[in-house]
Structures are given as structure tokens and as C-alpha cells.
């Protein structure tokens, strides 16, 4: 590992503190170094993430942690940020204009921002004003901490997680009989990922039959924006009927949700599986006795497992498409 991947994986780590209170702005990390007075190899001397939408950003929270006795030293220091900085004023002032202010020395860029008003503006502001700029380094791992953010901007649609549940041997029911796949442990854990993600939606029949409240009861946090896919104009109670995927994707963007669960039934799964409207599965299988039923989508070809988990005999497995 290099000395610029071990402080970028140190920025990625910091982001990742923002992970509910920074969105609909990215996740971002910042560490300042500066070589040791005795010469021994570098010493951090400010350290900062994205908190919350509306406050200061990684970098000027970086800054802002820097002791009044390390201020010379920033002209020697090398300023490493998990996304590239702003170079607009949105609710604050544009990042690459406080580094070049401060008269660091250099600077090290995760990934470009894909946001329409910086893709690169910021590193060419830096690099005028006659600073070194290095970018790409843990280019996919800082992009996929955000991806959610970089889908949303480049696809203009969200983040698509296709969620179930299954027997092992393939079945989402019991010959056709609704059945209680997940074990309360697991349950939890689909109700954190609920308190992630901006967005979720299930088909008419799965709204009709099961009647989900697709919140956040069993953790905290806020429940996302709930849809139902249905053709016909009707009432399901708090939850927002769209007509179609393209309804349902275009409404999102508009909305700014990022990212959108789809979590059933077979009929909504598969909808988006044949066009290829998904970013990522979660998979739960158990080891139940159930001999038929209906069968479970196929997981796509091109799909990649990326983590595997394991809790009260059930697998969790989560495949990624290959844009990521």
C-alpha cells in the first residue's frame, strides 16, 4: 500500500460517518498531512467528513480541526479528499477555493465529481492556481461508497437494490401461500436498510394481499418514500401509486431520492430484472421444508456476489451489476 492509498483509505473511513445525515450530498473525507519536523516520515495535522447537508464539507471541516500551531505548516501539506472538491456555491462556498487560499502544498483526489456543476472543475481551478494535484487514487472504492450519489447524477435515476427472500431450494412461498422466510434477527436487518435508502416500492398485489407498512419500525431512522407500482388510479393509503417503472424512476429524480428498494412481488422483481433496472440484489435464503411454490428470480449472469452473511441458519448473499 502506498503512502497516498493509506491516507485515502483513512478519508474513506472518515465519509463514512456521514452515511445518513450528509445525503442527498455525497459522503466525503478529508486528511491533511505534513512531513515531521524530524524528518521521520508525515504526521496528520487535520482530519474532517461531511456531517450534515447544509454545513461546511469535508475540507473545511479538515481545516477547521488543524491547530493553531500547525497553521505554518499547511504550505508543506498534502490535502487528501475521498471526492474531488466543489467548485460552486451552492449553501456553502466552493471548496477548491479555501485549499487554494490556504496555500497547500498538494493535493490527492479520490474520484471526479459527477455533479453537472463541478465533473472536474474543481481540480482545474486547483491545478491553475499552480497546485500539484494527483487524482484516481482508490478511484472504484471511492466511488462505490457513493454510489447511490454517482447512479443518481450519471444514470439521472436512482440507486436500484432489488430485495427477497427464499427457500434454498428456490422458492419465495409455500405452494403458493405467503411464508415467513426471514427470522426476526434478519427482519431487523431489512428494516436498517429501509432507514438507508431514500426510496421503496412494492407491486398492486403484493399492496393489496400483504398490506406492508415498509417503514422503520423495527430500527431507527427515517422510513423512506413509499410507492406501488399499479395501471389503475387507486388508494393505498400513504403510500404513492405510480403507473409504471418510468413513472415510478421519473418521480424519484425529480424528488432527489437517490436510492429506491423494490421489494416485491415476483411480478415488480421481475419487471425490472428483464430491463436490466437494477444495481444491486439482496438475497436472504433459508433452509425451510417447503417442496414447491413459486419460484424465486434467477439471479442475472452478469451479477457479481460481493458479501456474504450469515445469521440464525440464514445466508444474506449481495451481488452488485457490473457498472460497479
Known amino acids: 500500500m502506498t503512502e497516498d492509498e493509506k491516507y485515502m483509505r483513512r478519508c474513506i473511513q472518515l465519509a463514512s460517518n456521514g452515511w445518513l445525515e450528509a445525503r442527498p450530498n455525497p459522503m466525503v473525507g478529508a486528511v491533511i498531512v505534513c512531513p515531521s519536523s524530524s524528518g521521520d516520515g508525515e504526521k496528520i495535522i487535520g482530519e474532517g467528513y461531511h456531517v450534515r447537508c447544509g454545513e461546511g464539507h469535508a475540507e473545511v471541516n479538515a481545516f477547521a480541526s488543524v491547530s493553531p500551531e500547525d497553521e505554518p505548516l499547511l504550505k ?42 463541478v465533473q472536474g472543475r474543481g481540480i482545474q481551478r486547483i491545478r491553475e492556481a499552480g497546485i500539484e494535484v494527483t487524482v484516481g487514487v482508490l478511484e472504484k472504492e471511492c466511488q462505490w461508497l457513493n454510489r447511490r450519489f454517482f447512479t443518481f447524477h450519471k444514470k439521472h435515476r436512482p440507486y436500484i437494490i432489488l430485495k427477497w427472500a427464499q427457500t434454498d431450494n428456490g422458492f419465495i412461498d409455500d405452494h403458493g401461500h405467503p411464508l415467513a422466510i426471514s427470522s426476526p434477527f434478519t427482519k431487523m436487518l431489512v428494516h436498517q436498510q429501509r432507514a438507508r435508502e431514500d426510496a421503496i416500492v ?61 421489494e416485491g412481488g415476483l411480478a415488480t422483481l421481475q419487471s425490472f430484472l428483464d430491463r436490466g433496472l437494477w444495481d444491486e440484489l439482496r438475497v436472504e435464503k433459508a433452509p425451510l421444508p417447503v417442496d414447491d411454490g413459486t419460484p424465486a428470480p434467477a439471479i442475472p449472469a452478469e451479477a457479481k456476489a460481493f458479501s456474504e452473511e450469515y445469521y440464525d441458519g440464514r445466508k444474506i448473499v449481495r451481488f452488485r451489476a457490473p457498472s460497479f
Not at 485549499?99 to 497547500?104: A, M, N, Q, R, W
Not at 419500525?217 to 423512506?224: A, D, F, L, Y
Open 202 to 262: 412494492v407491486g398492486r398485489l403484493t399492496a393489496e394481499k400483504e398490506q406492508p407498512q415498509l417503514n422503520v419500525r423495527e430500527w431507527s431512522g427515517p422510513s423512506p418514500v413509499r410507492f406501488v407500482l399499479s395501471g389503475k388510479e387507486e388508494c393505498f393509503g400513504n403510500m404513492i401509486t405510480v403507473k409504471s417503472i418510468d413513472d415510478l424512476l421519473g418521480t424519484c429524480y425529480e424528488r432527489q431520492l437517490q436510492s429506491l428498494i423494490v
Open 76 to 117: 508543506e501539506s498534502t490535502i487528501y479528499v475521498s471526492l474531488e472538491p466543489c467548485a460552486h456555491y451552492g449553501k456553502t462556498p466552493p471548496c477548491c477555493d479555501l485549499i487554494i487560499s490556504k496555500g497547500i502544498r498538494r493535493v490527492v483526489v479520490g474520484c471526479v465529481d459527477p455533479f453537472a456543476k
